[in-house]
């Protein structure tokens, strides 16, 4: 299949990702048993059956909606509607289920024709029809768990999350960790290794969704509120910076605490950052959980923590950046907070991983380097370098 195909006229498009493309060899290996022939029939079935799903959850949005993007991942799939203002909680629920109720239909109609073309069927048509039951049957009731990201966790949290609020996510998370973890030991004393470690996967998951969730107030659940932060972004790249950050800051007085305020908060701080306000940037982003913030935000972070004469926080970030991005730019930033620090040894490692990735000789003029220039390490990187 070809990555980006069009399907309904445009209406529905279809991409995969590698690692789907790999799992699916993988399946097929393990369900052929050594067999070539099997093992590309398996994958075969395997890879049909998961677009086939989606195809059902595409369906749907075609039906209420204006048409579906799918990508293909490396543990299914996943479809995402293009217009989600006409999906209420019924018809979100529909969309959840209709990837299943595809699946055991193409089960159906493989079960039909090996009955109908019983002791006319070759042996090869059999297999073929068999694998599509087995895969179809099996992957649509392990979808319907309620267990997030299955479809089956997916409508569990909408449906209490819709009568119940917060509260109602707390209870489908906790029924998710706690199934999820049933099915983990299930499958592990079964021998099976690779549904242990998928269940397991899912269930820490769950467990940090639960305790996300804990932090959640009324006002993550009030839409009007929530979509604040989504114009502040809009008015932010149509260049209203002042209004972007006034947005956010109201945002913030007026959620007080939960998500939405964390998320807030965040916002606020790489827009500060951005506008150079450094000192009450580096504030809010001690303010915001380290957790939840992205590649560029820490980077943000890091540089305001080193404008601020927080060494020790900015070389701890700056290891992390490192880490996330390899580069002589993040290799620099971990330099200067080394140096900043009075550690001659890490800042002169930093500098060499810096030049080695291709840093500017120049840049080690630095005044931010003098506290170390005249320490054995530094002379000694300056003079491996000529």
């Not at 991409?15 to 290996?29: D, T, Y």
């Not at 701890?316 to 907070?337: E, I, K, S, V, Y």
Request: glycine share 12%; aromatic share 10%; hydrophobic share 50%.
């Amino acid at each position: 299949m070809a990555r980006g195909m069009k399907l309904f006229g445009g209406k529905v498009t279809v991409s995969a990702e590698p690692f789907f493309w790999l799992l699916v060899g993988l399946f097929g290996m393990m369900l052929g048993r050594g067999s070539p022939r099997e093992s590309v029939m398996w994958a075969a079935v395997v890879g049909f059956s998961v677009l086939f799903h989606e195809l059902g959850h595409a369906a749907v949005c075609l039906a209420w909606g204006k048409g579906a993007d799918i990508v293909l991942h490396g543990f299914g799939g996943a479809t995402r509607p293009r217009d989600l203002s006409r999906f209420g909680t019924w018809r979100t629920a529909a969309l959840d289920l209709a990837g299943c109720a595809a699946g055991f239909g193409l089960a159906a109609l493989a079960l039909g024709l090996l009955y109908a073309g019983k002791g006319t069927l070759s042996p090869g048509a059999r297999s073929l029809a068999m694998a599509l039951v087995t895969v179809n049957v099996w992957f649509s009731i392990f979808n319907l768990l309620p267990i997030s990201p299955m479809d089956g966790g997916k409508l569990v949290s909408g449906l209490l999350s819709a009568r119940w609020g917060v509260s109602g996510r707390r209870v489908a998370h906790g029924i998710g960790l706690t199934l999820g973890a049933a099915a983990c030991l299930w499958f592990y004393r079964g021998g099976a290794l690779w549904g242990a470690f998928l269940c397991g996967a899912m269930a820490a998951g769950e467990g940090k969704a639960l305790k996300r969730s804990l932090s959640m107030t009324a006002a993550d659940s009030d839409e009007t509120l929530t979509g604040e932060l989504p114009r502040a972004v809009e008015l932010w790249d149509k260049g209203r910076h002042e209004e972007a950050v006034a947005v956010v800051r109201a945002l913030r007085e007026k959620a007080k605490a939960g998500l939405t305020y964390e998320a807030a908060t965040l916002h606020l701080a790489y827009f500060l950052y951005l506008m150079e306000s450094f000192g009450e940037a580096y504030e809010m982003f001690k303010a915001a959980p380290e957790g939840d913030m992205s590649a560029p935000l820490k980077r943000a972070y890091a540089d305001a923590a080193l404008r601020k004469g927080d060494f020790a926080l900015a070389l701890r970030l700056g290891r992390t950046n490192f880490h996330d991005q390899t580069g002589p730019d993040t290799a620099f930033a971990a330099a200067l907070a080394a140096a900043g620090l009075g550690d001659a040894r890490e800042t002169a490692t930093w500098l060499k991983t810096a030049v080695r990735l291709g840093l500017e000789r120049n840049a080690l003029r630095a005044k931010e380097f003098d506290a170390v220039r005249q320490t054995e390490e530094f002379r000694e990187l300056v003079a491996g370098l000529r």
